[in-house]
């Protein structure tokens, strides 16, 4: 039998963010005025009573752990390299912040669909291909001259 | 008003050609939507939200109420043709639904689920159009303490009964009351965790959280292990369903229609429990109850008349009492948000023309979803095709859009990225996300109608037991804890002998 589960590992995570949420982040960034005469109507309190709330639960969540039969570990994966493409996946998001007001959303959204498909290893590339270039133009064309939102143009090329 | 200028007004307001073209269009995108295996009724309703921003509130609200209806009928599809339920309310589907489609009689199996569903889906609308109404006028002598503890009700039952563990469940919901506390206070106007950044002022954008909770986790699921769908897709055989198998089932479809409205209408059950109820209903009431399980059409008539039973009938608390029944409509209740709309029993007063062209659309909607529902069982290959190599990086630049579109803010499609990889993480660890987004929701109207409360009574906490409607409440709360930490222990108790 192994000695830790997942359910104790979520508890404690649990208990650490509601002790980081009542240690720290309320009071620095919680705003209360001082004017504020019962403590039921002040902005900390209902902050403090749901990290409180966590705070059980995460206890329960490690109590309830001890006798859980649940590995702590997942079934391996049967394509190797997880880890690696959710890497990727997450510099392919981080990338997408930077290049939306740059390149624009209809460029950013033509290298991002061809990124993903290439990296969810797609087996048809050449669908994949056709698709990255025409499903952000149809979604820009909808977007921009039906719903007339203003989709960021980016600096360099500009559509219609 | 009465209930015929009531009916005159809803009809004025859809009857034209554009509401039921959008009722139409949401159908069949929900239909196709739900047959593709990867999909669900939750993302498509969730991925088609951004496109009615620029709609008339009643046209985008019955679009996605189509969207809903055809995707749960759709859901049932691929549980019959490959084993792979579209939604998780049709997994029932798949117990007589998959035996029947490989002794070759999947055109039958199909066939009876569209017939059961459509039948369940208008008994449903019924209910609502006959319960909502009252409802709402019972919940118009509620003032804030009533709300407040009704939230609190509605919010103990969503986290106690969503996925296997109750405690993760609820701590699902405490991070999504946590999170909607984002923003200027609602009573003092000061910052509360907005970090200093001025787009954090209006709190989290519902959408972003919305796409990021429910889109963005498949996404990442599909990079974590892209593996093409399996599953051989079975053909559909010569036979269709004849009028007196229907009539043989109809004593099951009325049963579980009318167990998927009870289920339905109490927040947070949803269909899966609806339509594993019904089934196994009908199991203990056939006569030829060991063909259970090995392609009885009996099974799939009552599973998909259960898991279909339960769509109108979450709209009654939603309309009624403005609480999501289910995460599709904490979805809609968006929609309206978005429109400028707050569900609820004002709504009947003050927007009851917008309350009878739903109710007249939900009743269009059955129709639609029988001529659509035919079609889209012949055209199933072609959707079940869609390689998801392709699928999910469209999805990915769907959600990005989308997003955007909400408030034209970049800042938006970062927090629907930073939400799609707190989903994963909950998707990994079985921690559910529907108590997190109903939270989410019902978290600033608790909080309103508590501070509310309290500054009625000069901050006695008396005025929360003031009369039988909250004592009411107060006491399902209890109950529901009761039964809640009950299971709870009795799960760990079970756990601690099995491991001994």
């Not at chain 2, 009704?150 to 296997?164: D, K, P, Q, R």
């Amino acid at each position: 039998m192994q000695s830790i589960h997942r359910q104790t590992v979520i508890g404690l995570a649990a208990l650490l963010v509601s002790a980081i949420i009542i240690l720290i982040v309320i009071p620095t960034w919680v705003s209360s005025p001082s004017n504020v005469r019962n403590i039921v109507l002040s902005p900390v309190f209902w902050p403090y009573i749901l990290s409180g709330m966590t705070v059980l639960i995460g206890l329960g969540l490690v109590v309830t752990g001890f006798y859980s039969s649940e590995n702590l570990t997942h079934e391996p994966n049967d394509i190797p390299g997880g880890y690696r493409r959710l890497a990727l996946m997450g510099a392919i998001m981080v990338i997408t912040m930077f290049a939306l007001p740059r390149l624009g959303m209809v460029w950013t959204s033509m290298l991002i669909f061809v990124a993903t498909a290439a990296l969810i290893r797609s087996s048809h590339p050449k669908t994949a291909l056709i698709c990255a270039v025409l499903v952000p133009l149809a979604l820009y064309a909808f977007f921009a001259h039906v719903a007339s939102v203003a989709i960021p143009q980016g600096d360099y090329v500009r559509l219609p | 008003m009465n209930f015929l200028d009531n009916i005159a007004a809803g009809l004025s307001l859809v009857g034209n050609l554009e509401a039921f073209a959008a009722l139409f269009l949401g159908v069949l995108i929900g239909t196709i939507a739900g047959a593709i295996p990867g999909m669900s009724a939750t993302m498509a309703v969730a991925l088609t939200l951004p496109f009615t921003f620029s709609m008339e509130a009643i046209t985008a609200i019955l679009l996605l109420l189509g969207v809903y209806k055809g995707g749960i009928f759709g859901g049932s599809i691929p549980a019959i043709l490959i084993k792979t339920p579209g939604t998780p309310a049709s997994s029932a589907t798949v117990l007589d639904g998959y035996p029947m489609a490989e002794k070759g009689q999947a055109g039958k199996a199909l066939g009876m689920a569209l017939w059961a569903s459509c039948t369940a889906d208008l008994i449903s609308n019924l209910a609502l159009i006959l319960f909502a109404g009252w409802l709402a006028s019972f919940a118009l002598n509620f003032g804030p303490p009533e709300f407040f503890t009704l939230i609190l009700f509605s919010l103990t039952i969503i986290a106690g009964v969503s996925g296997n563990s109750l405690l993760r469940g609820a701590l699902s919901a405490m991070l999504g009351l946590l999170l909607a506390t984002v923003g200027l206070d609602l009573v003092y106007g000061t910052n509360r965790f907005t970090f200093g950044d001025p787009n954090l002022m209006g709190g989290l954008n519902f959408i972003a959280v919305l796409i990021g909770l429910f889109a963005i986790p498949e996404v990442l699921s599909m990079v974590w292990e892209p593996k093409p769908h399996v599953g051989k897709t079975r053909s559909l055989g010569k036979n269709s369903v004849t009028f007196a198998e229907y009539r043989r089932c109809f004593k099951s479809i009325v049963r579980g229609s009318f167990i998927g409205v009870f289920l339905g209408s109490i927040p947070g059950i949803g269909a899966a429990p609806a339509a594993f109820l019904s089934y196994s209903e009908a199991r203990r009431k056939s006569p030829v109850k060991e063909n259970f399980g090995k392609g009885e059409l009996e099974g799939v008539a009552a599973s998909e008349a259960g898991n279909n039973g339960v769509a109108g009938a979450t709209l009654i608390p939603l309309l009624a009492l403005g609480i999501p029944g289910d995460v599709i409509t904490a979805i809609i209740i968006g929609a309206f948000m978005v429109h400028g709309l707050q569900p609820g029993p004002m709504m009947f007063i003050l927007n009851v023309d917008i309350i009878y062209g739903l109710f007249i659309g939900l009743i269009v909607s059955s129709v639609f979803l029988l001529m659509i529902g035919s079609v889209a069982i012949r055209g199933f290959k072609y959707v079940a095709d869609i390689p998801r190599g392709v699928l999910f990086p469209g999805v990915l630049v769907l959600c990005i859009y989308g997003v955007f579109a909400v408030n034209n803010n970049i800042f938006d499609v970062g927090v629907m990225f930073v939400m799609g990889w707190v989903g994963f993480v909950m998707l990994r660890n079985d921690i559910p996300a529907a108590p997190f987004l109903i939270a989410f929701i019902l978290g600033p109207l608790l909080e309103n109608n508590f501070r509310q409360a309290m500054l009625m009574s000069g901050n006695s906490p008396d005025i929360l037991f003031r009369g039988p409607i909250t004592w009411f409440f107060w006491a399902l709360t209890l109950l529901t804890m009761v039964a809640i930490v009950r299971a709870g222990i009795r799960a760990t108790k079970d756990l601690k002998k099995k491991n001994i």
